[in-house]
């Protein structure tokens, strides 16, 4: 569980490294601008995650981008059924309801105790997916109607702070929190060519592999970020 939730917020701040470019500064309040550098970028979005600032992941969003989830979201709620849709929603609520009520039940079975799996990282990980499913229940993308009209930036504002805010009390049997990774994050930067900056992320406590991002040298002021 520990490596997944860092892991998460790792994969968080490589997708706007990847794809971000930094608003002007009055734009996005007290929210880090993205620096000129693919390191400075994936530091910036960090630091936005650790202070609950999720809708960063959103501002730093060139506004093509913007636009394209906007619509692609709207599009998406148009042609489903929102009779099915919820009915899908609630399904999938219940069922991991039912999973974490009997958890004890499933991790005292013998098919359970065959597959190896640490029963503590289980019950943890239910747990916090309970948690989880019940912050997103109670946000708009819980009905069709709402999902039609949801502003992302404001989504990530609430719901997105509040997945931060339940990350953030996470420990693994040593009282470690996942999120506190990123305090010892390191990026190294591999090397560096027109359109491709290789970097090495990662922490005392998690390893990661090479990432390959793309860079511009024009688009977004000379912000590292995809060509559009």
């Known amino acids: 569980m520990k490596n997944t939730v860092f892991r998460l917020a790792t994969f968080s701040l490589i997708l706007v490294?990847?794809?971000?470019?930094?608003?002007d500064a009055d734009s996005i309040g007290k929210a880090p601008a993205i620096p000129d550098s693919p390191d400075g970028t994936v530091f910036a979005v960090a630091e936005a995650i650790q202070n609950e600032q999720a809708e960063f992941l959103w501002t730093a969003l060139p506004e093509s981008y913007q636009q394209d989830i906007t619509e692609i979201t709207l599009a998406l709620s148009e042609k489903m059924d929102p009779a099915v849709y919820d009915r899908a929603f609630a399904l999938v609520m219940r069922a991991i309801e039912v999973l974490d009520d009997r958890k004890e039940i499933i991790l005292a079975s013998e098919t359970f105790k065959s597959s190896g799996a640490?029963?503590?990282d289980v019950r943890m990980g239910l747990s916090n997916t309970l948690v989880f499913t019940n912050i997103l229940k109670a946000s708009e993308v819980a009905t069709v109607e709402g999902l039609g009209s949801v502003d992302w930036e404001h989504f990530l504002a609430t719901t997105g702070n509040e997945f931060i805010k339940q990350a953030a009390t996470i420990e693994d049997p040593d009282g470690d929190n996942p999120l506190n990774n990123l305090d010892s994050l390191k990026v190294e930067?591999?090397?560096v060519s027109e359109d491709r900056a290789t970097l090495r992320?990662?922490?005392d406590a998690v390893s990661y592999t090479h990432l390959t991002l793309p860079t511009s040298a024009v688009a977004c002021r000379s912000r590292w970020s995809a060509e559009r």
């Not at 490294?17 to 608003?23: D, E, K, M, S, Y």
Request: with cysteine.
């Open 189 to 191: 930067t591999i090397s």
């Open 118 to 120: 640490d029963a503590d």
């Open 17 to 23: 490294a990847a794809l971000g470019c930094a608003r």
């Open 201 to 203: 992320i990662s922490s």
